[in-house]
C-alpha cells in the first residue's frame, strides 16, 4: 500500500470520529513525523545519531542525511515532483502548529523561498532549505522527526494536514480494497487467523469460527464502523460519503440502512460485527467491500 492510501485511510477515520482538528502543540508537531522517520531511515542508510538532532540545529553535509530530509518532506508534501512546496508548507503551519510559533515559522518559509532554486539536486535543495530555515530563527524551528509514542490523534493531525495541503477526492475500489491493509495484518495477528480463513470474505466466504468473528470485529473497530460495541451508523454513513466513488455509494448507503439493525439483535461484538458483514455482502455481493 503507497503513502497516499495509508495516509487517506488514518484520515478518513480521523474525520468521522470525534476529535476536533485544531493546531497541535510542539511536542504532538514532534510526536507525529514518527511515521516519517521510520519510513525515511531505513530508506537512506541513516542512524539517529547523523539524524536525531536535526532539530536542534546538527546538520551533517552527507548525502543520506540530505535525502533523508528530501525524504521527509516529500511523504509531508512539503516537497512534490523534485520541487520545494513552500505554499503547502505554509498552510500546514496555518493548519497544524500551535498560535505562538505560527508567524514565525511563516516568516522562516518565505525567508528560505529562495534557497532551492540554486540547488538542481533535490537532496540538497531540501537540506539547505531545511538548514534556512533553522538558521532563520532556530527557536522556532520544527522537523518531525521525534521517536517516542504517539496516540491516535497526533498522527492524524499531521495526516490531516497532508491531506488537506494535497486535495483528496474519492477513491476507487481497488484503492479502498488496498487502503485496509494495515487493519487487516493488525487484526490478523490480533485474532490469530490465516489468510485461508479470511481472505475472501469480500467474495462472501464467511467461516463461522469466532476468531474470524472477532477479526472481522477488529477491522470495524479500527476503521469506526463500530464504536463502543455498536454499529457507528452515522459515522459509517461519512465514511461513504467521503471516500467512496460514486458509482458505490448509493448501494453501500442501502446495505448499511438493510443491515444496521443486525448488531442489535446480538449481544455479542464479535457475532454482532459477522453477522452485520455477512448482511451487507449478501444485500449487494458485487459491490461489497472488506479488507
Known amino acids: ?127 539547505w532549505t531545511a538548514k534556512c530555515m533553522y538558521d532563520y530563527n532556530p527557536a522556532n524551528f520544527v522537523f518531525p522527526q521525534q521517536l517516542s509514542n504517539m496516540d491516535r490523534k497526533d498522527l492524524c493531525l499531521l495526516i490531516i494536514a497532508f491531506i488537506l495541503a494535497d486535495g483528496v477526492d474519492s477513491m476507487s475500489k481497488q484503492q479502498l480494497k488496498n487502503s485496509g491493509k494495515m487493519f487487516k495484518k493488525q487484526c490478523m495477528g490480533k485474532n490469530k487467523v490465516t489468510e485461508d480463513e479470511i481472505g475472501e470474505i469480500d467474495k462472501g466466504r464467511f467461516v463461522e469460527q469466532q476468531n474470524v468473528m472477532c477479526y472481522i470485529a477488529c477491522i470495524y473497530q479500527m476503521s469506526q464502523v ?4 455498536k454499529l457507528n451508523y452515522e459515522a459509517s454513513l461519512k ?32 457475532e454482532a460485527s459477522y453477522k452485520t458483514a455477512k448482511c451487507m455482502y449478501e444485500y449487494s455481493p458485487k459491490d461489497f467491500l472488506f479488507p
Open 226 to 229: 463500530v464504536k463502543n460495541n
Open 239 to 270: 465514511q461513504i460519503d467521503i471516500m467512496y466513488p460514486p458509482e458505490l455509494k448509493d448501494t453501500a448507503k442501502g446495505a448499511l440502512e438493510a443491515c444496521k439493525d443486525i448488531a442489535k439483535k446480538n449481544k455479542d461484538l464479535c
Open 1 to 127: 500500500m503507497n503513502l497516499k492510501l495509508y495516509i487517506i485511510n488514518f484520515a478518513t477515520i480521523f474525520l468521522i470520529s470525534p476529535v476536533s482538528v485544531s493546531s497541535m502543540t510542539r511536542q504532538q508537531l514532534k510526536n507525529s513525523g514518527k511515521l516519517l522517520k521510520k519510513t525515511c531511515m531505513p530508506k537512506h542508510d541513516v542512524t539517529e545519531d547523523q539524524v536525531g538532532g536535526i532539530e536542534q540545529g546538527k546538520f551533517l553535509e552527507n548525502r543520506n542525511v540530505m535525502c533523508y530530509i528530501a525524504c521527509v518532506y516529500s511523504m509531508s508534501q512539503a516537497l512534490r515532483n523534485n520541487k520545494i512546496m513552500y505554499d503547502n508548507m505554509v498552510k500546514q503551519v496555518d493548519m497544524m502548529f500551535p498560535p505562538e510559533i505560527k508567524d514565525a515559522v511563516k516568516d522562516s518559509i518565505e525567508n528560505c523561498r529562495p534557497v532551492a532554486k540554486k540547488y538542481k539536486d533535490v537532496c540538497e535543495a531540501a537540506f
